[in-house]
Structure formats: C-alpha cells, structure tokens
C-alpha cells in the first residue's frame, strides 16, 4: 500500500470557493482544492501555505483547523494500480493577496472562485466534498462520514 500525507486549503469568499483546474495524463480536468503532499519534515501547516502560492499564485492566512480525513483507495480504482492511503489535512484559509495564475512548472493548469452551488456538476476531487463538508458543518471531532464517490465526484 502506498501512503501519502497532504494538506488541503478551504478558502470561501462570498459564497464562492478557490478550485484548482488539474489536467490529467489523458487531457480530462479534474477540480480539487488547492493543496498536495507535505514534503518530508515539514509541518501540514506550511505545506498547506506553500501549496496555495504554488499553485495560484495567491498568499493565504490560516484562520482555523477543519479536520482531518482519511481514506484508502482500492487497488482496482487508485491511478497507480496498488492500495493507496491518503490522510488529508484539511485548514480553513483566506487569501491575503496575490493574483490567480497557473502553476509554474507544475501539474495545476489554473485557478478560479467557483459558486458553492455549481461545485456539484464539476468533475471533481471528492477531496472538495470533504473539504466544504468540515467547513460547512465544522465538526467538533474534525471528521466527517466518508463521502460517496461515483458520477462528477472522483478520487
């Protein structure tokens, strides 16, 4: 099984959430939120900073902790073909400054505020499911139930 520890930003603004565009191998877009894989020693709450810069171009403050998610993929639907497990740290984060563009050299081909509502027919990350369940419901736990993949929602 193959691990990965990742660190996720929520940022809502006026009823629209910050989606990053990620163009697979194959040219179809998934949406995700701004986020990925915390770096060997670094703690979730930089990653998750370093990540929102890298990816659109943007400067984030961290307001609270949502929760943290964890879920493991079965080998027959993971991209890479074995049983993968991905805890995801998910924070709440309002952008400061900067402007939304493209990641250098990376795999996000862009950003942009999406309407809450209209999440539901993107193709997307259930990480986005996740992320706006914690920030919608603000568990004391910090944990949501799983959420249902199949349809827009992918992994």
């Known amino acids: 099984m193959s691990f990965r520890l990742a660190a996720y930003a929520v940022c809502i603004e006026a009823e629209r959430v910050l989606l990053v565009r990620c163009v697979g191998s194959s040219g179809e877009t998934t949406w995700s939120l701004p986020g990925g894989r915390v770096e060997h020693a670094e703690d979730p709450f930089d990653a998750v900073l370093r990540e929102v810069a890298e990816e659109t171009g943007c400067d984030g403050m961290i307001e609270r902790l949502l929760g943290v998610d964890s879920r493991v993929i079965p080998a027959a639907e993971a991209q890479s073909g074995r049983e993968h497990q991905n805890v995801g740290?998910?924070?709440?984060?309002?952008?400061?400054?900067?402007?939304l563009r493209p990641e250098l050299n990376g795999a996000?081909?862009?950003?942009?505020?999406?309407?809450?509502?209209?999440?539901?027919?993107?193709?997307?990350?259930?990480?986005?499911?996740?992320?706006?369940?914690?920030?919608?419901?603000?568990?004391?736990?910090?944990?949501?139930?799983?959420?249902?993949v199949g349809g827009l929602v992918q992994h």
């Not at 709440?92 to 402007?99: F, S």
């Open 108 to 148: 996000t081909a862009g950003s942009v505020w999406t309407a809450v509502p209209d999440v539901v027919r993107l193709r997307r990350s259930s990480l986005v499911d996740v992320g706006l369940a914690l920030a919608r419901t603000r568990p004391a736990t910090g944990h949501v139930p799983p959420v249902p």
């Open 89 to 99: 740290v998910f924070y709440q984060v309002r952008i400061t400054g900067g402007l």
